[in-house]
């Protein structure tokens, strides 16, 4: 069992914290030889994988490192398309590591923005008066939680759909924002949380969640 990301929506949909916990490692590593028996297109400027699933690499993955370097994107590190890095045979035998597409910080504050979106059209739709609006994605991968305060604030933790004690840890969460960040003399309403206590107190209690799945008083 694991706790993935936390992720802190402010008022507005923008995003003001993220933290990445647990990544599930989904990466493959293969040498090659010309001519490359994979096609690969550019999707989201990132090179993915489009046909020819093989030893671990699936369609979607997206190339990550080339002979051990990280690459950018759809260039090498060197700032060469890759796409015509491995269609010259002098670069063989090469070594590529496919894995998960990483989100960039846009893509990241692109998708609090869309969940924002999606919590108050999930209001809107309740034949209730006053839905609390989406509380729980759920996928064969992941959960998503959400807690919104009185105030508009979203904390959102993402988990493995066996993981427990996730409502416990979002209140944690929510009394560490109001301990850390609210009550720091530097830090303005709405804004990024940029806090040593706050990620120090985060990361402890993701610990504890993870391990017990549980808090109880004075946790």
Known sequence: MAIFSVYVVNKAGGLI???????????????????????????????????????????????????GVDVNGKYTAEGKEILEYLKDPANYPVSIKFGRARLSSNEKLMLASMFHSLFAIGSQLSPEVGSSGIEMLETDAFKLHCFQTLTGIKFIVLADPRQSGIDGLLRKIYEIYSD???????????????????????????????????????S
């Open 17 to 67: 914290y993220q933290y990445d916990n647990h990544v599930p490692r989904t990466e493959v590593e293969k040498t090659f030889s010309f001519p490359l028996d994979l096609v690969l297109k550019i999707h989201d400027e990132k090179l993915v994988v489009s046909f020819g699933q093989r030893d671990g690499i699936r369609v979607g993955h997206a190339v990550l490192s080339i002979n």
């Open 180 to 218: 850390f960040a609210l009550k720091n003399p530097f830090y303005s309403l709405e804004m990024p949380i940029r806090c040593e206590l706050f990620d120090q107190n985060l990361k402890s209690a993701l610990e504890i969640a993870e391990k017990a799945g549980t808090f109880g008083p004075g």
